[in-house]
């Protein structure tokens, strides 16, 4: 069993910056991609940033490019979020998940999911 634990989320205010981390526990795992997604209350969960094994590659959504940066550190099972420059719109709860494929954003794809982590972004 593999289990991922988020933290670092909280209320920032707009231009504001947060770094969230997750952290894997359980047997040894080592997933191809990790990746994070978000959803608001009301709305489907959306897909925010991935990164494969290596950091090589890493993709994000259209509204994230330039704001949010994905790193992962596998020594320590973790995987990071920077965010820059937050809005409004960037308030929702922001789940980290690992996946055995390679170069994945489908959520569908991915094996394991953490519980999330709470964003709030005042105006």
């Known amino acids: 069993q593999v289990q991922l634990v988020e933290s670092g989320g909280g209320v920032v205010q707009a231009g504001g910056s947060l770094r969230l981390s997750c952290a894997a526990s359980g047997r040894t795992f080592s997933p191809s991609t990790m990746g994070w997604f978000r959803q608001d209350p009301g709305k489907d969960r959306e897909f925010v940033a991935a990164?494969?094994?290596?950091?090589?590659?890493?993709y994000y959504r259209k509204s994230g490019k330039g704001r949010f940066a994905i790193s992962r550190d596998n020594a320590k099972n973790t995987v990071y979020l920077e965010m820059y420059s937050l809005e409004p719109e960037d308030t929702a709860v922001y789940y980290c998940?690992?996946?055995?494929?390679?170069?994945?954003?489908?959520?569908?794809?991915?094996?394991?999911w953490g519980q999330g982590t709470q964003v709030t972004v005042s105006s």
């Open positions: 998940a690992a996946s055995g494929s390679d170069y994945v954003v489908n959520e569908n794809k991915y094996n394991y």
């Open positions: 990164i494969n094994r290596g950091g090589s590659w890493r």
